[in-house]
C-alpha cells in the first residue's frame, strides 16, 4: 500500500484554494460564527484567499469552532449539523481535493455515499441486484446512532496515517476534528464526532467505515453501504443473524459506534426493505409513503390559496420541486403514485385560479373565450369541491396547464429505470 509523505505543499497553491471555493460555493450554504456570507468572502475574494494561503504558509491557520444548527429529521427526531465559517470550509475543500484521490480508490465497490460518479441511485440498484439477481432476499437494514456525532477522533487520524504520514495534513484534521461547537454564545469541546455540515466529514465518515466494509468483504457478507445507511444481503435468515452478529460487534467494538437495537431489524424483501427513500421488494420498487407526502407538504405550501402569487409565477416555483422529485424517484415503480399526485397538484391550481378570479363572472368570460356557449352554471369560486368541476376543467384544462403554463407533467417520464452497476461482484 502506498503512502504520502510529502502532502502539504501541494496544498499551499492560490489556484487549489480558488477552486476551492468555486465548489463551495456552488453548495452554496449559511454563514458560520464570524457572520461572514458567501458573497461577503466573495466581494473580497483575492485578499480573503491570499490571506488563508499566508496562514497555511507559516502554519497560523486555526479553523474556528462550527455554528450549532438543528434541522428536524423524517422520523420525529432531530439532526445536529455544525456549519464551519465560509473560510474554514474552503481549507477543509482544499484538504479534500488532495486526499480523497488517495483513499477513494480502493474504497470498497458497494461502498457508495458521498464519493465522485456514485449516487443513491447506484445503491438502490445494487441493492435490487442483489436481492433480485443473486437471491439475497433476507436483509439487515442497521441503523447507527448518530454515527457522524460519535466517530473517534484517535481512530480517524489512525486510519488516515495508514496512507498518510504528512504531520502537516494530519494536524489539519485533528484541527477540523478538535475545533470545538458554538451553542448560542456556549462554547463546547468536540472530544467525538465529525460534523454533519462540515466540508470533509463525508470523507472522513467514508475512510472511517471502510475498515467495516472491507471487514465484512473479508468474511464473504455482501452490503451495501449509502454513509451510515447500511445493508448486509443474505440467503438465508439464519446467515443474516449471524451477518448482524458478526456487524454489530465489529462497529461497537472495533469502531466504537453504537448499533440501534430499536431500528435494526431483518426484514424479508417480500416484506419490502426500506433504503434510501425507496421500499424494494422482491419484484419492484415503491417510494417510501412518507416521501409522497412531503412532496405534497411542499406542493401544498406552495399552491395555498392566499399567497397572492399568480398561477404562472406558480407553476414556476413548482417545477423546481417536481423536476427534483421525479428525477431522483424514477427509479422506483411510482407511474400509478404520480398520477395521482399530479391530478391531485391539477386540481389545487384550478382551486387558486378560481379563487383569484373571484366572480363566476370571470369564471363565465373565459368559458366564452375558449368557445363554450352560454348558459354556465354558477359556482362558489373559492370551493375546493368546485375546483373538480366540469366547469373548473373546461376553462383551465390540462393541455392549458402544461403546454401554455409549462406545468411539468410527472407522469410523461419513464419509471422503474435501471441505472448501469457499479461494483457488481461486491
Not at 410 to 417: A, E, F, N, P, V
Request: aromatic letters at 8%.
Amino acid at each position: 500500500m502506498r503512502k504520502y509523505y510529502s502532502l502539504y505543499g501541494r496544498l499551499l497553491s492560490m489556484r487549489r484554494l480558488y477552486q476551492a471555493f468555486k465548489h463551495v460555493k456552488r453548495n452554496r450554504g449559511a454563514a458560520g460564527v464570524d457572520g461572514q456570507s458567501l458573497a461577503a468572502f466573495e466581494a473580497n475574494l483575492e485578499v480573503e484567499l491570499s490571506c488563508l494561503l499566508s496562514e497555511l504558509k507559516e502554519k497560523r491557520y486555526r479553523a474556528q469552532p462550527v455554528r450549532r444548527v438543528t434541522i428536524a429529521k423524517d422520523d420525529g427526531g432531530e439532526r445536529q449539523l455544525g456549519i464551519p465559517t465560509v473560510r474554514d470550509r474552503v481549507v477543509q475543500q482544499a484538504v479534500r481535493s488532495l486526499i480523497e484521490p488517495i483513499f477513494d480508490p480502493d474504497f470498497h465497490p458497494s461502498s457508495y455515499g458521498y464519493r465522485p460518479g456514485r449516487s443513491g441511485h447506484h445503491a438502490i440498484g445494487k441493492a435490487t441486484l442483489f436481492i433480485r439477481r443473486y437471491r439475497r432476499e433476507w436483509v439487515v437494514d442497521m441503523d447507527l446512532s448518530k454515527c457522524f456525532d460519535t466517530l473517534n477522533h484517535d481512530l480517524i487520524i489512525r486510519q488516515f496515517r495508514r496512507r498518510i504520514t504528512d504531520g502537516s495534513v494530519l494536524s489539519l484534521l485533528r484541527q477540523f476534528l478538535e475545533s470545538g461547537v458554538m451553542v448560542g454564545h456556549q462554547f463546547e469541546k468536540t472530544d467525538l464526532g465529525s460534523p454533519q455540515g462540515g466540508v470533509i466529514s463525508p470523507l472522513i465518515a467514508n475512510v472511517y467505515l471502510d475498515a467495516f466494509d472491507q471487514f465484512m468483504k473479508a468474511r464473504g457478507h455482501r452490503i451495501v453501504r449509502y454513509a451510515d445507511d447500511i445493508l448486509i444481503l443474505c440467503c438465508s435468515k439464519a446467515g443474516a443473524e449471524n451477518a448482524l452478529k458478526v456487524a454489530q460487534g465489529y462497529l461497537e467494538e472495533a469502531l466504537k459506534l453504537t448499533v440501534n437495537a430499536t431500528k435494526t431489524h431483518i426484514a424479508h424483501s417480500d416484506d419490502g426493505i426500506k433504503f434510501l427513500g425507496v421500499v424494494i421488494h422482491t419484484d419492484y420498487t415503491r417510494i417510501q409513503d412518507k416521501k409522497v407526502l412531503k412532496l405534497k407538504e411542499k406542493l401544498k405550501a406552495l399552491t395555498k390559496r392566499n399567497r397572492g402569487t399568480g398561477l404562472a409565477d406558480t407553476i414556476r416555483e413548482l417545477n423546481p420541486v417536481l423536476r427534483g422529485f421525479a428525477n431522483y424517484f424514477r427509479v422506483a415503480h411510482c407511474a400509478r403514485i404520480l398520477k395521482q399526485v399530479m391530478g391531485w397538484l391539477r386540481r389545487r391550481l384550478r382551486c387558486l385560479q378560481l379563487k383569484q378570479w373571484k366572480k363566476p363572472s370571470r369564471l363565465h368570460r373565459r368559458l366564452k373565450q375558449l368557445g363554450y356557449r352560454p348558459p354556465f352554471k354558477s359556482i362558489k369560486m373559492n370551493s375546493w369541491h368546485n375546483a373538480a368541476s366540469p366547469l373548473a376543467h373546461q376553462s383551465i384544462p390540462n393541455a392549458y396547464l402544461h403546454q401554455e403554463l409549462g406545468l411539468m407533467d410527472l407522469t410523461q417520464g419513464r419509471t422503474g429505470i435501471s441505472v448501469p452497476m457499479l461494483g457488481v461482484n461486491y
